[in-house]
């Protein structure tokens, strides 16, 4: 797994609000990262392995770009890359990790992780 993918993810963990992070490559491999104890790195990393029909959904040109389920006191954002490449962020609401969701989606979308 790139440095480039261990760095951004340890940024997004450590913002405020952060309780998990994880991005997984088209090719299995993951970085993850638990800022809570009760969010463990693991549980974010199964998450994203059991999301393929999110890669079937964004493989459609009139998908969104991302996908956001807000509950009571937290947010999970997932998001997929063209390449196959997919994150997903676990938030508490009304913190600046949840007001940074978008920007932080967007970055990943852009970003070049080099192998």
């Known amino acids: 797994m ?19 992070g994880a991005v997984r490559r088209a090719d299995g491999q993951c970085v993850s ?26 493989a459609e040109t009139s998908a969104p770009q991302w ?16 390449d196959g490449c997919r994150l997903a962020l676990v938030v508490r609401n009304e913190t600046d990790a949840a007001a940074a969701l978008d920007a932080a989606s967007r970055e990943f979308l852009t970003l070049s992780f080099e192998t």
């Open 67 to 82: 996908s956001t389920w807000v509950f009571e006191q937290g947010q999970i954002r997932l998001v997929e890359r063209p």
């Open 2 to 20: 790139s440095d480039t993918i261990s760095q951004w993810m340890s940024q997004r963990a450590a913002q405020p609000g952060t309780l998990a």
């Open 33 to 58: 990262h638990s800022a809570d104890p009760a969010c463990p790195a693991a549980s974010i990393e199964e998450v994203l392995a059991n999301f393929e029909a999110l890669a079937a959904l964004c």
